[in-house]
């Protein structure tokens, strides 16, 4: 049976449901994919330091590829564990950037650095709230 491009494309969106999640996920992508490398670069850091920013990091970007994998592959998006995985992912999101945003803020850098710091703790609290939100519509029966 010949395969369809547009009855492909739509089933592929359909397996991205939650979009919150998967747009969370992009994002963190987005956001921490090359700060791994970033962190391991920086000559001025000693090797605990680099393990120390990279882990919470590394992490993020982890869950955000198995959270993508998982719902490309046709994964339940209802069932248990994959709610936990995305609710953990977002609050470890929420947690971070309420640890880490204050301390850029607060800390001597430039002000260019903190208006894209806060611009980015924003737009990962926010999308964080929204795929958390969605596992609560995902207990509900319906996926947003």
């Keep these: 049976m010949a395969r369809h491009p547009v ?30 490398w970033l962190a391991w670069t920086n000559a001025e850091d000693s090797v605990a330091r680099k393990i120390v920013w990279s882990t919470p990091i ?5 869950a955000a590829l198995i959270s993508l994998v998982l719902l490309f592959r046709g994964g339940d998006a209802t069932r248990g564990r994959f ?20 301390m850029i803020l607060l800390a001597d850098h430039p002000a260019p650095f903190k208006v894209v710091h806060a611009v980015l703790a924003i737009v990962s609290v926010v999308a964080a709230v929204g795929a958390w939100r969605s596992q609560d519509t995902v207990r509900s029966g319906t996926l947003a």
Excluded at 7 to 35: C, H
Excluded at 58 to 62: L, Q
Aim: proline content about 4%; charged content about 15%.
């Design 7 to 36: 009855t492909d494309t739509v089933d592929a969106m359909e397996r991205m449901r939650p979009y919150s999640v998967t747009t969370f996920s992009v994002i963190t992508l987005f956001i921490w994919g090359n700060r791994i």
């Design 58 to 62: 590394t992490a993020f970007v982890i």
């Design 83 to 102: 709610r936990q995985l995305v609710q953990v992912f977002a609050g470890g999101t929420v947690i971070y950037w309420a640890i880490r945003g204050p």
